[in-house]
C-alpha cells in the first residue's frame, strides 16, 4: 500500500459525492469499487449506469466492498454513519484505512472509530469544510484521530486536499458542526426571509439593506444558490443538523436554531419529494437563477387561496 495510486478506494455510498469523488479518482487511474443500498431494483439504474461508465466496480454489500479496499470511503447520510462502520468493520482488511466523511456529532464519529479500529483497521474522521461541487476531490478535509497524520499525504497523493486537525478524535468534526450552525442556519434563514419578504413585496428593500450592513455578499445570487441546494439536497442537511443539535446538546446548550434549523430544511425536502419544484433530475430542477420563482412556488403552497 506504499503507493495510493495502486489502491483499491472502495466507496460506501453512490450519490452526489460518491459519484463525484468516483469520477476525479477514476480519471487519474485510481480503481474505484462503491456500494450503495440505492443500486438495487429500478430506482439504481442512473447509479449503476453511471458506474458502468466511469469503469467503477460495484459491489452488492458492504462486506465485499470492504474485503476488497485499501481506503474505504464513508460517504453517507449522517444517521447511517455508525451503521455503516458496524457494517463494514468485520470486513475491513487490517491496516487498511476508512475515511469517515460524514457529517455527523463527535460522539457519532467516535461511535464509528471504535467499531472499525478493534478489527484492526485505521479509521480517520473527515470534516467536510465548504461545498463539494465546486471543488470535487479538492475540496478541503479537516482529518482527525490516530492515523489522520499517516493518512493526509496518501489521500493527498489521491487528489484530496486534506490537512490534519488533531490526533484527538471528534475536533475536526466538532468544528465542522460549529460550522454547519451558521452556514445550514443561515440557508433556512435566507429561505424563511426572503419567501416572507416576497409575500409582503418588501424582497428589494430587504435586499439593498442586507447588502448595506453586508456588502460583500452578492444576496441575489446567494439566495438562488440557497434555495438550490435545500430543495435539492433539504434531507440530507436535515439530518446533518440535527447531528449539530446533538453537538450542541453534548456542550451543555440547548439547540433551538439548531432544531430550527432542522425542521426548516426538512420541510423544504419534503415538498421536493412531493412534486413542489418538479420531478428530480429533470433539466429544470432547483436550477432557477431567480430565487423568486421557488419562493412563490413555496407562497402558493402554504397560502393558495391569495
Not at 478541503?140 to 493518512?151: I, M, S, V, W
Not at 439593506?209 to 452578492?218: A, K, V
Not at 436554531?257 to 428530480?280: H, I, K, M, N, Y
Amino acid at each position: 500500500m506504499t503507493d495510493p495510486l495502486r489502491w483499491c478506494v472502495g466507496l460506501v455510498g453512490y450519490g452526489e459525492v460518491g459519484r463525484i469523488l468516483a469520477e476525479d479518482l477514476r480519471a487519474r487511474g485510481v480503481t474505484v469499487h462503491a456500494f450503495d443500498l440505492k443500486l438495487a431494483g429500478e430506482s439504481g439504474a442512473a447509479l449503476r449506469a453511471h458506474a458502468a461508465a466511469q469503469g467503477v466496480v460495484l459491489r452488492s454489500s458492504h462486506a465485499t466492498l470492504a474485503a476488497h479496499a485499501d481506503l474505504v470511503v464513508s460517504a453517507v447520510t449522517a444517521s447511517q454513519t455508525v451503521a455503516v462502520a458496524q457494517a463494514c468493520g468485520p470486513h475491513v482488511r487490517r491496516d487498511s484505512y476508512f475515511l469517515d466523511v460524514n457529517s455527523a456529532s463527535p460522539g457519532a464519529k467516535q461511535r464509528a472509530a471504535a467499531l472499525i479500529d478493534v478489527e484492526g483497521g485505521r479509521y480517520v474522521e473527515a470534516a467536510v469544510m465548504t461545498s463539494i461541487p465546486p471543488h470535487r476531490l479538492r475540496v478541503p478535509l479537516l482529518l482527525g484521530g490516530a492515523f489522520a497524520a499517516e493518512l493526509s499525504p496518501l489521500v493527498n497523493a489521491l487528489g484530496f486536499s486534506s490537512t490534519v486537525a488533531s490526533e484527538r478524535l471528534g475536533v475536526a468534526s466538532a468544528t465542522k458542526m460549529c460550522r454547519s450552525v451558521m452556514v445550514k442556519g443561515l440557508e433556512a434563514m435566507v429561505i424563511e426571509s426572503f419567501t416572507t419578504a416576497r409575500h409582503y413585496g418588501v424582497e428589494d428593500a430587504v435586499i439593498a439593506s442586507l447588502h448595506e450592513t453586508f456588502p460583500g455578499i452578492d444576496w441575489e445570487k446567494q439566495a438562488a444558490y440557497f434555495f438550490q441546494r435545500v430543495i435539492e439536497h433539504g434531507r440530507r442537511r436535515s439530518e446533518e443538523v440535527r447531528e449539530v443539535a446533538v453537538t450542541v446538546h453534548d456542550a451543555g446548550l440547548t439547540p433551538w436554531s439548531a432544531f430550527g434549523t432542522a425542521e426548516r430544511q426538512g420541510w423544504v425536502a419534503d415538498l421536493a419529494d412531493a412534486g413542489l419544484f418538479g420531478p428530480r433530475g429533470t433539466p429544470g430542477f432547483a436550477r432557477s437563477a431567480d430565487w423568486r420563482t421557488e419562493a412563490d412556488r413555496l407562497l402558493g403552497h402554504v397560502k393558495p387561496q391569495d
